[in-house]
Protein backbone atom coordinates (compact mmCIF):
# COMPACT_ATOMS: atom_id res chain seq x y z
CA UNK A 1 0.00 0.00 0.00
CA UNK A 2 1.37 3.29 -1.02
CA UNK A 3 2.21 5.25 2.21
CA UNK A 4 0.33 8.57 0.92
CA UNK A 5 -2.92 6.39 0.58
CA UNK A 6 -5.24 7.08 3.75
CA UNK A 7 -9.63 7.01 4.58
CA UNK A 8 -11.01 9.69 2.70
CA UNK A 9 -14.53 10.18 4.39
CA UNK A 10 -16.66 11.32 2.71
CA UNK A 11 -15.28 10.35 -0.20
CA UNK A 12 -14.71 12.99 -2.76
CA UNK A 13 -16.73 10.87 -5.42
CA UNK A 14 -19.91 11.46 -3.36
CA UNK A 15 -19.51 7.58 -1.49
CA UNK A 16 -19.90 7.45 2.32
CA UNK A 17 -15.66 6.91 2.35
CA UNK A 18 -12.93 5.73 0.20
CA UNK A 19 -9.12 5.98 -0.35
CA UNK A 20 -7.27 8.64 -1.73
CA UNK A 21 -3.69 10.56 -0.91
CA UNK A 22 -4.37 11.82 2.46
CA UNK A 23 -0.46 13.38 2.46
CA UNK A 24 1.60 15.36 0.23
CA UNK A 25 5.12 13.40 1.35
CA UNK A 26 5.04 11.84 -2.27
CA UNK A 27 5.19 14.23 -4.25
CA UNK A 28 8.04 16.27 -1.96
CA UNK A 29 9.92 13.00 -2.37
CA UNK A 30 9.41 13.00 -5.97
CA UNK A 31 10.79 16.44 -6.13
CA UNK A 32 13.38 16.41 -3.51
CA UNK A 33 14.96 13.15 -4.48
CA UNK A 34 14.79 12.58 -8.01
CA UNK A 35 13.02 15.34 -9.83
CA UNK A 36 11.61 14.65 -12.81
CA UNK A 37 11.05 17.22 -15.00
CA UNK A 38 14.27 19.08 -16.71
CA UNK A 39 13.27 21.82 -14.98
CA UNK A 40 13.17 20.54 -12.23
CA UNK A 41 16.54 19.07 -12.55
CA UNK A 42 18.25 22.54 -14.08
CA UNK A 43 16.82 23.82 -10.58
CA UNK A 44 18.24 21.33 -8.51
CA UNK A 45 21.66 21.23 -10.17
CA UNK A 46 21.90 25.32 -9.68
CA UNK A 47 21.13 25.10 -6.44
CA UNK A 48 23.41 22.51 -5.63
CA UNK A 49 26.11 24.65 -8.21
CA UNK A 50 25.08 27.53 -5.72
CA UNK A 51 26.26 25.60 -2.71
CA UNK A 52 29.00 24.44 -3.71
CA UNK A 53 30.86 27.69 -4.55
CA UNK A 54 29.31 28.97 -1.20
CA UNK A 55 31.39 26.40 0.30
CA UNK A 56 34.08 26.97 -1.26
CA UNK A 57 33.82 31.09 -0.79
CA UNK A 58 34.06 29.99 2.72
CA UNK A 59 37.04 28.26 2.78
CA UNK A 60 38.81 30.54 1.02
CA UNK A 61 37.61 32.93 3.56
CA UNK A 62 38.93 31.47 6.26
CA UNK A 63 42.50 30.25 4.56
CA UNK A 64 43.36 34.77 4.04
CA UNK A 65 42.08 34.85 7.70
CA UNK A 66 44.75 32.00 8.69
CA UNK A 67 47.88 33.53 6.28
CA UNK A 68 47.55 36.79 7.69
CA UNK A 69 47.50 35.83 11.40
CA UNK A 70 50.49 33.64 10.91
CA UNK A 71 52.37 36.90 9.22
CA UNK A 72 51.29 38.92 12.43
CA UNK A 73 51.76 36.27 14.90
CA UNK A 74 54.90 33.75 13.36
CA UNK A 75 54.68 31.54 16.94
CA UNK A 76 51.14 30.18 15.14
CA UNK A 77 52.98 28.95 12.15
CA UNK A 78 55.52 27.21 14.07
CA UNK A 79 52.90 26.15 16.49
CA UNK A 80 50.48 24.84 13.34
CA UNK A 81 53.89 23.26 11.88
CA UNK A 82 54.63 21.08 15.60
CA UNK A 83 50.86 19.57 15.17
CA UNK A 84 50.88 18.31 11.64
CA UNK A 85 52.12 18.95 7.93
CA UNK A 86 49.23 21.02 6.97
CA UNK A 87 49.43 24.76 7.92
CA UNK A 88 45.70 25.08 7.56
CA UNK A 89 42.35 23.91 9.61
CA UNK A 90 40.72 21.23 7.76
CA UNK A 91 37.39 22.66 6.58
CA UNK A 92 34.20 22.62 8.37
CA UNK A 93 31.52 21.53 6.63
CA UNK A 94 28.32 24.22 6.37
CA UNK A 95 25.19 23.74 8.79
CA UNK A 96 23.48 24.06 5.35
CA UNK A 97 25.47 21.72 3.64
CA UNK A 98 25.15 18.77 6.49
CA UNK A 99 21.23 19.68 7.05
CA UNK A 100 21.13 19.02 3.12
CA UNK A 101 23.09 15.21 3.22
CA UNK A 102 21.12 14.70 6.25
CA UNK A 103 17.59 15.44 4.73
CA UNK A 104 18.49 13.72 1.27
CA UNK A 105 19.71 10.59 3.32
CA UNK A 106 16.43 10.77 5.41
CA UNK A 107 14.25 10.83 2.25
CA UNK A 108 16.12 8.83 -1.11
CA UNK A 109 15.46 5.76 -2.16
CA UNK A 110 17.30 3.00 -4.57
CA UNK A 111 14.95 4.14 -7.15
CA UNK A 112 12.26 6.35 -8.16
CA UNK A 113 8.73 5.76 -7.17
CA UNK A 114 6.87 7.04 -10.00
CA UNK A 115 2.82 7.10 -9.93
CA UNK A 116 2.93 5.13 -12.82
CA UNK A 117 3.76 2.71 -10.90
CA UNK A 118 1.47 0.58 -8.35
CA UNK A 119 -0.26 2.41 -5.72
CA UNK A 120 -1.82 -0.93 -4.47
CA UNK A 121 -0.32 -4.49 -4.96
CA UNK A 122 -2.34 -7.10 -2.89
CA UNK A 123 -0.44 -10.21 -3.04
CA UNK A 124 -2.34 -13.70 -2.77
CA UNK A 125 -1.16 -14.59 0.79
CA UNK A 126 -3.69 -11.57 2.04
CA UNK A 127 -6.57 -12.44 -0.37
CA UNK A 128 -9.70 -14.56 0.89
CA UNK A 129 -10.09 -17.03 -1.35
CA UNK A 130 -11.82 -20.53 -1.55
CA UNK A 131 -8.75 -22.19 -0.83
CA UNK A 132 -8.56 -20.08 2.17
CA UNK A 133 -11.71 -20.37 3.89
CA UNK A 134 -11.76 -24.25 2.81
CA UNK A 135 -8.81 -24.95 4.90
CA UNK A 136 -9.92 -22.47 7.99
CA UNK A 137 -13.30 -23.99 7.85
CA UNK A 138 -11.91 -27.53 8.40
CA UNK A 139 -10.83 -26.56 11.52
CA UNK A 140 -14.44 -26.13 13.04
CA UNK A 141 -16.87 -28.38 10.41
CA UNK A 142 -16.76 -31.93 10.90
CA UNK A 143 -15.11 -33.60 8.88
CA UNK A 144 -18.63 -35.51 6.59
CA UNK A 145 -19.75 -31.47 6.08
CA UNK A 146 -16.60 -30.44 4.68
CA UNK A 147 -16.87 -33.21 2.37
CA UNK A 148 -20.59 -33.21 1.37
CA UNK A 149 -21.69 -30.13 2.21
CA UNK A 150 -18.57 -27.28 1.35
CA UNK A 151 -16.99 -29.03 -1.09
CA UNK A 152 -20.44 -28.79 -3.49
CA UNK A 153 -20.83 -25.27 -2.35
CA UNK A 154 -20.11 -22.11 -4.89
CA UNK A 155 -17.14 -20.07 -3.98
CA UNK A 156 -19.57 -17.36 -2.95
CA UNK A 157 -21.22 -19.28 0.29
CA UNK A 158 -18.20 -20.56 1.42
CA UNK A 159 -16.56 -17.44 1.27
CA UNK A 160 -20.08 -16.08 3.55
CA UNK A 161 -19.71 -18.90 6.02
CA UNK A 162 -16.00 -17.89 6.80
CA UNK A 163 -16.63 -14.11 6.45
CA UNK A 164 -19.37 -14.33 9.13
CA UNK A 165 -17.68 -16.66 12.13
CA UNK A 166 -14.58 -14.44 11.22
CA UNK A 167 -16.28 -11.92 12.59
CA UNK A 168 -17.74 -13.62 15.49
CA UNK A 169 -14.13 -14.59 16.46
CA UNK A 170 -14.01 -10.73 16.76
CA UNK A 171 -9.77 -9.25 17.51
CA UNK A 172 -8.96 -12.94 17.75
CA UNK A 173 -9.48 -13.55 14.02
CA UNK A 174 -6.72 -13.78 11.11
CA UNK A 175 -8.42 -11.47 8.92
CA UNK A 176 -9.68 -8.61 11.94
CA UNK A 177 -8.45 -5.91 10.88
CA UNK A 178 -9.77 -6.34 7.45
CA UNK A 179 -13.44 -6.80 8.80
CA UNK A 180 -13.31 -3.62 11.05
CA UNK A 181 -12.93 -1.51 7.98
CA UNK A 182 -16.54 -3.26 6.89
CA UNK A 183 -19.44 -1.53 7.27
CA UNK A 184 -22.17 -2.81 9.77
CA UNK A 185 -24.60 -1.79 7.51
CA UNK A 186 -23.43 -3.12 3.48
CA UNK A 187 -24.98 -1.43 0.39
CA UNK A 188 -27.08 -4.55 -1.22
CA UNK A 189 -30.19 -4.61 -1.73
CA UNK A 190 -30.57 -8.32 -0.20
CA UNK A 191 -30.96 -7.54 3.78
CA UNK A 192 -34.52 -7.25 4.80
CA UNK A 193 -33.62 -4.40 7.10
CA UNK A 194 -33.14 -2.09 4.44
CA UNK A 195 -36.37 -2.77 2.56
CA UNK A 196 -38.05 0.58 2.88
CA UNK A 197 -34.83 2.68 1.96
CA UNK A 198 -34.66 0.15 -0.93
CA UNK A 199 -38.04 1.68 -2.17
CA UNK A 200 -37.06 5.06 -1.49
CA UNK A 201 -33.62 4.77 -3.57
CA UNK A 202 -35.71 3.11 -6.54
CA UNK A 203 -38.58 5.91 -6.60
CA UNK A 204 -36.06 8.59 -7.00
CA UNK A 205 -34.03 7.16 -9.13
CA UNK A 206 -36.99 6.96 -11.25
CA UNK A 207 -37.98 10.56 -10.98
CA UNK A 208 -35.04 12.09 -10.51
CA UNK A 209 -32.61 10.03 -12.64
CA UNK A 210 -35.12 8.85 -15.34
CA UNK A 211 -33.87 5.17 -14.68
CA UNK A 212 -36.41 2.71 -16.19
CA UNK A 213 -37.64 0.97 -13.10
CA UNK A 214 -39.96 -1.14 -14.07
CA UNK A 215 -40.19 -4.72 -12.79
CA UNK A 216 -37.77 -3.56 -10.24
CA UNK A 217 -39.83 -3.99 -6.91
CA UNK A 218 -40.73 -7.59 -7.99
CA UNK A 219 -37.19 -9.05 -8.62
CA UNK A 220 -35.37 -7.04 -5.63
CA UNK A 221 -38.08 -8.89 -3.71
CA UNK A 222 -37.30 -12.60 -5.91
CA UNK A 223 -33.58 -12.07 -4.93
CA UNK A 224 -34.29 -11.22 -1.06
CA UNK A 225 -36.01 -14.40 -1.10
CA UNK A 226 -33.53 -16.76 -2.27
CA UNK A 227 -31.11 -14.71 0.14
CA UNK A 228 -33.45 -15.32 2.64
CA UNK A 229 -33.86 -18.77 1.74
CA UNK A 230 -29.98 -19.45 1.84
CA UNK A 231 -29.23 -17.31 4.87
CA UNK A 232 -31.84 -20.37 6.86
CA UNK A 233 -30.61 -23.19 5.53
CA UNK A 234 -26.58 -22.07 6.18
CA UNK A 235 -28.08 -21.25 9.67
CA UNK A 236 -29.66 -24.91 10.39
CA UNK A 237 -26.49 -26.38 9.01
CA UNK A 238 -23.84 -24.37 10.63
CA UNK A 239 -25.18 -22.59 13.69
CA UNK A 240 -23.52 -25.36 16.09
CA UNK A 241 -20.37 -24.37 14.43
CA UNK A 242 -19.89 -20.94 13.68
CA UNK A 243 -18.61 -18.33 15.94
CA UNK A 244 -21.37 -15.46 16.30
CA UNK A 245 -20.60 -11.77 17.49
CA UNK A 246 -21.67 -11.25 21.15
CA UNK A 247 -25.18 -9.43 21.13
CA UNK A 248 -26.11 -10.37 16.85
CA UNK A 249 -28.73 -12.83 16.23
CA UNK A 250 -26.65 -15.67 13.61
CA UNK A 251 -29.21 -15.19 11.03
CA UNK A 252 -28.29 -11.42 10.90
CA UNK A 253 -24.29 -12.38 10.68
CA UNK A 254 -25.06 -14.59 7.33
CA UNK A 255 -26.57 -11.71 5.83
CA UNK A 256 -24.38 -9.08 6.94
CA UNK A 257 -21.36 -11.60 5.10
CA UNK A 258 -23.49 -12.68 2.34
CA UNK A 259 -24.52 -8.90 1.25
CA UNK A 260 -20.79 -7.86 1.82
CA UNK A 261 -19.66 -11.02 -0.99
CA UNK A 262 -22.07 -10.18 -2.97
CA UNK A 263 -21.15 -6.19 -3.13
CA UNK A 264 -17.63 -6.41 -2.67
CA UNK A 265 -16.24 -10.03 -3.73
CA UNK A 266 -13.60 -9.85 -7.03
CA UNK A 267 -13.87 -12.21 -10.24
CA UNK A 268 -10.04 -14.19 -10.06
CA UNK A 269 -8.19 -16.71 -12.44
CA UNK A 270 -9.92 -19.77 -11.08
CA UNK A 271 -6.22 -21.35 -10.62
CA UNK A 272 -6.46 -19.20 -7.56
CA UNK A 273 -10.08 -18.91 -6.90
CA UNK A 274 -12.85 -17.70 -8.75
CA UNK A 275 -14.05 -15.54 -6.57
CA UNK A 276 -12.41 -13.53 -3.26
CA UNK A 277 -12.21 -10.94 -1.21
CA UNK A 278 -9.27 -8.58 -1.01
CA UNK A 279 -8.48 -6.42 1.06
CA UNK A 280 -7.90 -1.99 0.97
CA UNK A 281 -8.88 -2.84 -2.95
CA UNK A 282 -12.39 -3.52 -1.96
CA UNK A 283 -12.77 0.18 -0.68
CA UNK A 284 -11.85 1.75 -4.08
CA UNK A 285 -15.18 3.38 -5.54
CA UNK A 286 -16.32 2.77 -8.74
CA UNK A 287 -15.36 5.31 -12.13
CA UNK A 288 -15.97 3.89 -15.60
CA UNK A 289 -13.12 6.39 -17.16
CA UNK A 290 -10.21 4.90 -14.57
CA UNK A 291 -8.17 1.80 -14.44
CA UNK A 292 -9.03 -1.24 -14.04
CA UNK A 293 -8.04 -3.84 -11.53
CA UNK A 294 -5.01 -5.60 -12.77
CA UNK A 295 -4.34 -9.77 -11.77
CA UNK A 296 -0.89 -10.49 -12.26
CA UNK A 297 0.25 -13.65 -14.23
CA UNK A 298 3.74 -13.79 -13.35
CA UNK A 299 5.34 -13.12 -16.25
CA UNK A 300 5.12 -9.60 -16.72
CA UNK A 301 8.08 -7.35 -17.65
CA UNK A 302 8.27 -3.47 -17.99
CA UNK A 303 8.57 -4.05 -21.76
CA UNK A 304 4.49 -5.32 -21.84
CA UNK A 305 2.39 -3.06 -24.55
CA UNK A 306 0.77 -1.22 -21.46
CA UNK A 307 4.01 0.03 -20.20
CA UNK A 308 4.22 -0.03 -16.26
CA UNK A 309 7.01 -0.88 -14.04
CA UNK A 310 6.41 -4.13 -13.42
CA UNK A 311 9.08 -7.13 -13.29
CA UNK A 312 6.39 -9.85 -11.95
CA UNK A 313 7.79 -13.29 -11.24
CA UNK A 314 6.12 -16.90 -10.60
CA UNK A 315 5.26 -16.05 -7.55
CA UNK A 316 3.50 -13.06 -7.65
CA UNK A 317 0.83 -15.01 -9.39
CA UNK A 318 -2.25 -14.16 -8.39
CA UNK A 319 -1.80 -10.83 -7.11
CA UNK A 320 -4.09 -7.51 -7.63
CA UNK A 321 -2.38 -4.26 -8.65
CA UNK A 322 -3.96 -1.09 -8.64
CA UNK A 323 -2.61 2.43 -10.54
CA UNK A 324 -4.12 6.21 -10.78
CA UNK A 325 -5.24 6.21 -14.19
CA UNK A 326 -7.68 8.04 -16.30
CA UNK A 327 -8.56 7.33 -19.80
CA UNK A 328 -6.09 5.01 -20.25
CA UNK A 329 -3.51 8.08 -19.08
CA UNK A 330 -1.13 7.94 -15.81
CA UNK A 331 -3.14 10.46 -12.99
CA UNK A 332 -1.02 11.95 -10.65
CA UNK A 333 -3.27 12.28 -7.44
CA UNK A 334 -2.54 15.18 -5.19
CA UNK A 335 -3.42 15.49 -1.28
CA UNK A 336 -7.43 15.24 -1.28
CA UNK A 337 -7.44 13.26 -4.12
CA UNK A 338 -9.14 9.79 -4.25
CA UNK A 339 -8.37 7.00 -5.75
CA UNK A 340 -10.95 4.77 -8.29
CA UNK A 341 -11.24 2.22 -10.49
CA UNK A 342 -13.19 0.70 -13.10
CA UNK A 343 -15.42 -2.47 -11.80
CA UNK A 344 -15.32 -3.63 -15.78
CA UNK A 345 -18.69 -5.20 -15.43
CA UNK A 346 -19.67 -4.41 -18.70
CA UNK A 347 -22.99 -6.75 -19.08
CA UNK A 348 -24.21 -5.32 -15.82
CA UNK A 349 -27.99 -3.79 -16.14
CA UNK A 350 -28.84 -1.03 -13.54
CA UNK A 351 -31.11 -3.32 -11.93
CA UNK A 352 -27.97 -6.19 -11.41
CA UNK A 353 -25.62 -2.96 -10.30
CA UNK A 354 -28.62 -2.00 -7.74
CA UNK A 355 -28.86 -5.33 -6.60
CA UNK A 356 -25.47 -6.32 -5.76
CA UNK A 357 -23.90 -3.39 -5.39
CA UNK A 358 -25.92 -1.44 -3.66
CA UNK A 359 -25.92 1.87 -6.50
CA UNK A 360 -26.28 2.36 -9.77
CA UNK A 361 -23.44 4.40 -11.20
CA UNK A 362 -24.11 7.48 -13.82
CA UNK A 363 -23.62 5.68 -17.24
CA UNK A 364 -26.07 3.22 -16.26
CA UNK A 365 -29.28 5.47 -15.04
CA UNK A 366 -31.15 6.79 -18.26
CA UNK A 367 -32.40 4.37 -20.21
CA UNK A 368 -30.65 0.99 -21.23
CA UNK A 369 -30.11 -1.64 -23.66
CA UNK A 370 -27.40 -4.26 -24.02
CA UNK A 371 -26.85 -5.29 -27.83
CA UNK A 372 -24.85 -7.75 -28.21
CA UNK A 373 -21.27 -7.56 -29.54
CA UNK A 374 -21.48 -8.80 -33.40
CA UNK A 375 -18.00 -11.02 -32.76
CA UNK A 376 -17.90 -14.35 -31.25
CA UNK A 377 -17.04 -14.13 -27.26
CA UNK A 378 -13.91 -16.11 -27.60
CA UNK A 379 -12.58 -13.46 -29.27
CA UNK A 380 -13.62 -10.93 -27.44
CA UNK A 381 -11.77 -12.56 -24.23
CA UNK A 382 -12.47 -11.71 -20.52
CA UNK A 383 -13.81 -14.24 -18.28
CA UNK A 384 -16.79 -14.11 -15.84
CA UNK A 385 -16.51 -15.81 -12.61
CA UNK A 386 -18.05 -19.12 -13.62
CA UNK A 387 -15.21 -19.04 -16.55
CA UNK A 388 -12.34 -21.92 -16.27
CA UNK A 389 -9.02 -19.76 -16.98
CA UNK A 390 -9.77 -17.71 -19.77
CA UNK A 391 -7.39 -14.70 -19.75
CA UNK A 392 -9.25 -11.49 -18.86
CA UNK A 393 -8.62 -7.93 -18.90
CA UNK A 394 -9.04 -6.90 -14.93
CA UNK A 395 -10.73 -8.50 -12.19
CA UNK A 396 -13.97 -8.41 -14.21
CA UNK A 397 -14.73 -10.10 -17.18
CA UNK A 398 -17.14 -10.14 -19.52
CA UNK A 399 -19.59 -12.47 -17.39
CA UNK A 400 -21.79 -11.34 -14.96
CA UNK A 401 -20.23 -12.61 -11.29
CA UNK A 402 -20.89 -15.72 -9.53
CA UNK A 403 -23.23 -13.78 -7.23
CA UNK A 404 -25.53 -13.35 -9.98
CA UNK A 405 -26.19 -17.40 -8.80
CA UNK A 406 -28.65 -16.02 -6.09
CA UNK A 407 -31.33 -14.63 -8.52
CA UNK A 408 -31.29 -18.47 -10.52
CA UNK A 409 -31.92 -20.54 -7.19
CA UNK A 410 -35.55 -20.85 -8.39
CA UNK A 411 -37.02 -23.37 -9.05
CA UNK A 412 -37.58 -23.09 -12.65
CA UNK A 413 -34.49 -22.53 -14.66
CA UNK A 414 -33.61 -18.73 -15.73
CA UNK A 415 -34.62 -19.82 -19.00
CA UNK A 416 -38.01 -21.06 -17.93
CA UNK A 417 -38.28 -18.26 -16.07
CA UNK A 418 -38.33 -15.61 -18.69
CA UNK A 419 -40.45 -17.91 -21.36
CA UNK A 420 -43.11 -17.05 -18.79
CA UNK A 421 -42.58 -13.45 -17.61
CA UNK A 422 -41.52 -12.12 -21.11
CA UNK A 423 -44.86 -10.58 -23.17
CA UNK A 424 -46.12 -10.48 -26.56
CA UNK A 425 -44.38 -6.58 -26.82
CA UNK A 426 -41.07 -7.77 -25.07
CA UNK A 427 -40.49 -10.80 -27.36
CA UNK A 428 -41.21 -8.01 -30.43
CA UNK A 429 -38.70 -5.84 -28.90
CA UNK A 430 -36.06 -9.07 -28.44
CA UNK A 431 -36.45 -9.66 -32.35
CA UNK A 432 -36.32 -5.85 -33.50
CA UNK A 433 -32.81 -6.42 -31.41
CA UNK A 434 -31.68 -9.74 -33.08
CA UNK A 435 -32.39 -8.01 -36.42
CA UNK A 436 -30.35 -4.83 -35.64
CA UNK A 437 -27.76 -7.22 -34.57
CA UNK A 438 -27.69 -8.81 -38.15
CA UNK A 439 -27.59 -5.24 -39.66
CA UNK A 440 -24.47 -4.69 -37.12
CA UNK A 441 -22.40 -7.95 -38.25
Known amino acids: VHPDLGFLIPAPSGAA ?4 MVRDSYTKCQRNCFPGTAKEREE ?11 IKDQQMAEQEIMDEMKRQFPELS ?13 PRPSPSSTQHKAEHQ ?11 ELLLHIPLEAQI ?5 VEMLKNILPEEVMKNQIAHLDDAFVLTILLAHERGLGDGSRFFPYIATLPPRPTCALNPASRQSVVDVVTAL ?3 MGTDVVGWPNEISKAAEVAERIVSTFSAQYKLFVATPPGINFIDSLRWALCHVASRAVAGREAHGRLRLVP ?12 KFYEVVGNETSNDPDGFALHAEENDAGAFIVRSRRHGRSKPLKKGQELMANYNVPKYSPLDWFINMGFVPPERTGKWTMLESGLPPNYRGGFSRKSTGVTGVGAFGSGKPEIQVLRQYTTQSAAQQQQHQQSPQVQQSQQQAQQQQTCQR
Open 78 to 90: SDTSEGGEGSSLP
Open 129 to 133: TRSTA
Open 44 to 54: EDMVERKRVQE
Open 206 to 208: SVE
Open 280 to 291: MMDLINHDEAAD
Open 17 to 20: RGIG
Open 106 to 116: ATSTTKPYSQH
